[in-house]
Structures are given as C-alpha cells and as structure tokens.
C-alpha cells in the first residue's frame, strides 16, 4: 500500500493511496463526510488477493489531504478532485474505473459526472449515498442525523467525529480499526465540515445521464439516510440497481463486507 500527494480542484494538494497490481482492474473510493480514505481499508487490504487495483482519497478537508479555508461549496471543486485522481489512477477511455461512493461521496462523483460525464466511469457502486444536499436531501435525512447537523458543522471537540463514526456501523468495529477510523476522522475540522454542509446540490440530471451501471445499495439499519435515497438513484439510473444488505449499517463494506465484495467482483 502506497500513498502519494496529487493536485485537485484550485491546486488543493490530494492524498491518494493505492494497493493492489498496477494492471488490474480499477476501483476509485471516495469517501463520506469527516472520514477518510481508511474507510476502505478493508477493501485496500483485499486488492492483492482479488487482483484488483483500488485507489483511495482523502477528499479535500480531510485526512491528510489540504485543509483551505472556504473551498468547499464549488462543485466544480469537488469535480476536478475526482479528475485528478481518476487520472493519477490510471484511468482512460481503454481502462475505466469502478468508482465507490459512501455517503456525502455521492455527491462528489455526481459533481464529477456533471462536469465531465462518465466517459472515464464504467460504473458506480454507491454505499449509503446521496447525489443531493441542502434542501434536495431533506426528506431522505433520518431524524437523528439531522439533529445533529449544527454541532457537526460546529464541533471540533472531537465528539461529534465519535458519533457519526459509532452512527455508521449497525454494531461494534473492531477496536483496533475504530481507533484508526477514529484518528482519521479527528483531522477533518469544523470549518471543512461546515463548507460542505452549506451546499445545495442536486445532481439528479447527472445520475440519469449517466449510462454506466449504478448499482445502489444501502443497509437496512442505516442511521443517517433513508434507503429510498438509494432506491431513488437505483431507479433514476438508466442501468441502475438497488440492494439492501440485512443486518447493515450506513457502511456496508463494514457491516457486510464478504457480501459487498462478492457483489462488487460481479461488477469489477
């Protein structure tokens, strides 16, 4: 596993890391809000074994990626991030990438897919996701989550960066890999937070332009949407399908992860 420094949207220094053999398929994840690339550690861990080539951001605001101020509510922003690291990937018409999007990460691949469209996506795998924010994601916002919405664009205690984790999970992480969760998240600073929850996006016009498959999936326990966000993608996508992982949180390749993986090789 390597990690390296890219250039995204507006010079912000990116941090990617990558696994797995440089020539096999390509998987890009990109991560939710007030996490990091550690999110998919699991995954990252299995790119060896499964042949696959998985590339993970820090999106900007977070881990050890640029912390600028104010540089969060321009989705041509967010777009060029995806840009860079699809391309430091090793993304091209002939090679594209598999890209995995949990939570707020929907909307940044969906930001990308309206300014550049999906010639380098050959498909999206999205976890728990949302393509809209602000008001448009209103309605699918669960009752908990959304009271917390001041004190995550607000906290830097570190508490709130506890609760959304231990939201995530349908039960106890492992305790190792919680910490490390945890460490991650406790780099992403309330002004990163607050930029990114002032947004107002809807990017549904993206999802249904886009003709790669989109499979949606959601956990049936999930603390922060409800699934019919992810049955809406599902079913706005033109190739698009939902699957509801039993017993799942808000972060299936957690929760669920043999079952998110074998769904996953159908796609890779």
């Given amino acids: 596993m390597t ?3 890219i250039r995204g949207g507006g010079d912000c220094s990116i941090n ?4 797995g053999p440089q020539d096999g398929p390509l998987i890009l994840g990109i991560h ?15 790119a060896d074994v499964r042949g696959w080539r998985v590339a993970a951001l820090d999106m900007r605001g977070h881990g050890d990626s640029d912390k ?3 540089a969060y509510g321009d989705s041509a ?5 995806v840009k860079a690291a699809l391309g430091a990937a090793g993304a091209n018409p002939d090679r594209r990438a598999v890209v995995l999007a949990w939570s707020y990460g929907g909307a940044v691949i969906t930001d990308y897919l309206a300014a550049y469209g999906g010639d380098l996506v050959r498909a999206v795998v999205s976890l728990g996701a949302t393509d809209k924010l602000g008001a448009p994601v209103g309605p699918y916002i669960t009752p908990q989550f959304g009271a917390m919405g001041k004190a995550i664009m607000t906290d830097d205690t570190g508490e709130v960066a506890e609760q959304l984790l231990d939201m995530c999970a349908a039960g106890p992480l492992n305790p190792e890999f919680r910490s490390r969760l945890l460490a ?11 930029g990114m929850f002032r947004r107002t996006v ?3 016009e993206a999802v249904a332009a886009y003709q790669g498959v989109w499979l949606a999936t959601h956990g049936d326990q999930d603390q922060m949407f409800a699934p ?6 599902a079913d706005l996508a033109p190739n698009g399908s939902y699957k509801q992982y039993a017993g799942c949180g808000h972060m299936p390749l957690w929760d669920v992860t043999d079952e998110f993986l074998t769904d996953l090789a159908t796609i890779v």
Avoid: M
Wanted: aromatic share 4%; charged share 20%; net charge negative.
């Fill in 32 to 46: 939710g809000i007030g996490q990091s690339h550690l999110a998919f550690e699991p995954l990252l861990q299995a």
């Fill in 3 to 5: 990690s390296r420094s």
């Fill in 16 to 19: 990617l890391v990558e696994a």
């Fill in 228 to 233: 019919e966000l992810s049955q809406h993608l």
């Fill in 184 to 194: 991650g998240a406790l780099k992403c600073p309330a002004h990163v937070r607050n």
């Fill in 202 to 204: 809807n990017n549904d």
């Fill in 77 to 81: 922003l967010w777009a060029d991030d």
């Fill in 68 to 70: 600028p101020h104010n």
